[in-house]
């Protein structure tokens, strides 16, 4: 059974602090990982997409990758009140192009 | 609306009714997908169309149904459901039916907040 697993949260930060969302995935031979932001009441919107041991910036977005721990993160930098929202990560299953695994999300809320 | 919709946002219904689910995307996928989010628990796959294709079925009890006459729309036809299947229902769609690469993004549709009761 493929497992995604992130901290429920919530995690609360100040405003223009970092916020570090962590996730770990039980399969080691996932290629593909995914970060999703979704606001209550909201659906979930793609914003970062990593396939590459290391970090990948967007922005004010940062993900980082260790296939060797199996662990993907996803920083915040300069958090605002606006990045209040539940982060899903998710993990690309093994041999599947389109057959997502999520974890159940972290509540992140910024406070001002 | 552009985008990817869904009607109706919400839907109350006995364990005896038949109702339908409609999701209507307007960015020329190639691909669409049903999954289901429940409270405390993961957002899951249940169905991806391809082309109009069925290509996943990830173990769904029968009483989901789901119909893809066209690559615009997609249904989630829903009798005699459980308390448990209430749930919030997402309709998303791709590009094409490989999202392998970050530019063939799922675009998320605003859900159907399902309750049985």
């Known amino acids: 059974q493929k497992e995604v697993e992130q901290n429920s949260g919530p995690l609360s930060v100040p405003e223009g602090a970092i916020a570090s969302l962590n996730c770990t995935y039980s399969d080691r031979g996932s290629q593909s990982f995914f970060w999703y932001r979704q606001y209550s009441g909201k659906s979930p919107e793609l914003i970062m997409f990593?396939?590459?041991?290391g970090d990948k910036e967007d922005g004010r977005f940062t993900a980082q990758l260790n296939k060797a721990s199996q662990y993907v993160s996803l920083l915040i930098r300069d958090s605002q009140p606006s990045d209040s929202a539940t982060y899903l990560c998710?993990?690309?299953?093994?041999?599947?192009?389109?057959?997502?695994?999520f974890g159940k999300g972290t509540l992140l809320t910024v406070n001002p | 609306e552009t985008g990817v919709t869904q009607t109706p946002r919400h839907l109350v219904m006995g364990m005896t009714n038949k109702k339908s689910l409609k999701c209507e995307q307007h960015?020329?996928?190639?691909?669409m997908y049903w999954y289901k989010q429940s409270a405390k628990k993961p957002l899951e796959l249940m169905f991806v169309y391809s082309l109009e294709e069925r290509v996943e079925n990830n173990s769904v009890p029968s009483r989901f149904s789901p119909e893809c006459p066209n690559s615009s729309h997609l249904f989630l036809h829903l009798h005699t459901l459980q308390p448990e299947d209430s749930a919030l229902y997402l309709c998303?769609?791709?590009?094409?039916?490989?999202?392998?690469?970050?530019?063939?993004?799922?675009?998320f549709g605003p859900g159907t907040r399902l309750t049985v009761l």
């Open positions: 960015l020329g996928h190639n691909a």
């Open positions: 998303a769609s791709s590009p094409r039916g490989s999202i392998t690469s970050g530019r063939d993004t799922q675009y």
């Open positions: 998710a993990v690309l299953d093994r041999g599947s192009n389109y057959k997502l695994t």
């Open positions: 990593i396939y590459s041991n």
